[in-house]
């Protein structure tokens, strides 16, 4: 007989266990561990049934979802773990957890099962979601440093501090103020991925600019927009007509 899937449930509300629980009822291949009422009980069953997943909530008494994951992040064989909560300003702490995924109350059962089907056919992965990661980026939340190749050096930078970047000749090149490199991606759209969302714009199908370092935008002759970016050399780069409709209603020049 194959092995169970097992899942422990924290939540402190007697109402939304037996929700989570009638829900996972319906899933074959899976066990529920256990119940917990707060984060100090979950503590315990985590490290006495050692669960495969645990479905979490985050606002609890004793501890809090985020505490009860920090007891457990350096430990090898950490549960996979799904947040579940009523509030989304939590996305970012779920983000520095390696939270599997984050799930809004009332939860919704397909995306409960897409989730945990997820994880029980990839045991060992603890990849976030899609979901979890298209959330994270729409709020502006990525990684804030990014390696960019100099010689045979690694330079680190803040992704605040990129003017723009380019590519050529399937070469991707970041310019800061100060200095320019070649990052790891191999397209811009590739690196606009792990940049805020809410802070880079793709201006030119060969050119990606950060919103704050546009210091001037020039008209030409011919009714052209180019932009002035605050690298040090003061660089011109083009702006399509499709692209300078976006940038005209964010900026609201």
Known sequence: MPESFTILIVDDEAPARRDIRRMLGKIKGIKIAGEGKDGLEAVKLIRKLRPDLVLLDIQMPGLDGFQVVKEFINDRDIPAVIFITAYDQYALQAFEVHAVDYLLKPVDEKRLYESIN???????????????????????????????????????????????????????????????????????????????????????????????????????????????????????????RLQARKLRKILKW
Do not use: W
């Open 118 to 240: 997820r994880i029980m056919t990839r045991k060992n992965d603890r990849t976030r979601a899609p979901e979890l990661e298209m959330f994270l980026h729409s709020m502006g939340v990525v990684s804030s440093r990014l390696a960019l190749r100099r010689g045979q050096n690694l330079i680190m930078i803040d992704v605040d501090d990129i003017v723009f970047a380019t590519v050529s000749e399937g070469e991707v090149t970041v310019v800061t103020s100060t200095l320019q490199g070649v990052p790891r991606f191999r397209s811009l759209d590739e690196l606009k991925e792990h940049l805020p969302a809410n802070l880079f714009l793709k201006v030119h199908r060969s050119y990606l600019a950060n919103l704050k370092k546009i210091s001037e935008i020039v008209n030409d002759a011919n009714g052209n927009y180019q932009l002035r970016m605050e690298d040090k050399g003061g660089s011109v780069i083009p702006l399509s």
